[in-house]
C-alpha cells in the first residue's frame, strides 16, 4: 500500500493500547518526515469494545429506610444525582427483572 500523502510505502505495525490485550493494526508511513497513519477498522473495533467492557459504573452502597405503612424507600447519593443529572419532579421507572436486581431507568427529555 502506498501513502495518499507522499506517495511512500505503508508499513503495517500492530499498536499497543493500555488496558487492552489485543492490539490494533496501523499503517504507518515509512516517510520519516510524512506523519500520516491509519487504523485498520476491525482490529480498532475489538480494542474499542475490550476497553468500553472494562468500563466500571458506578456502584455505591446505599440504606433502605423506612418510610410509613410498610413502605420502603432510598436516598440517591450526590455522585449519583450529578453522574446523571437527576432533577426533583422528574419520572423514573422501575424494573424487577429477578429477585436480586432493581432497574431504576429515565427518559431524559
Do not use: W
Not at 443529572?85 to 422528574?90: A, M, N
Request: charged content about 35%.
Amino acid at each position: 500500500m502506498k501513502c495518499p500523502r507522499c506517495e511512500s510505502n505503508l508499513r503495517k505495525v500492530r499498536v499497543a493500547f493500555e488496558g487492552a490485550k489485543q492490539r490494533a493494526l496501523s499503517y504507518q508511513c515509512s516517510n520519516p518526515d510524512c506523519i500520516y497513519f491509519e487504523f485498520e477498522e476491525e482490529s480498532s473495533k475489538k480494542v474499542l469494545a475490550e476497553l468500553k467492557a472494562k468500563e466500571t459504573q458506578l456502584r455505591i452502597k446505599q440504606k433502605v429506610v423506612k418510610l410509613s405503612k410498610g413502605r420502603l424507600g432510598t436516598y440517591f447519593n450526590t455522585n449519583i444525582i450529578r453522574s446523571i443529572d437527576l432533577k426533583p419532579g422528574e419520572d423514573i421507572y422501575v424494573s424487577v427483572p429477578d429477585k436480586k436486581h432493581i432497574i431504576i431507568s429515565r427518559e431524559k427529555s
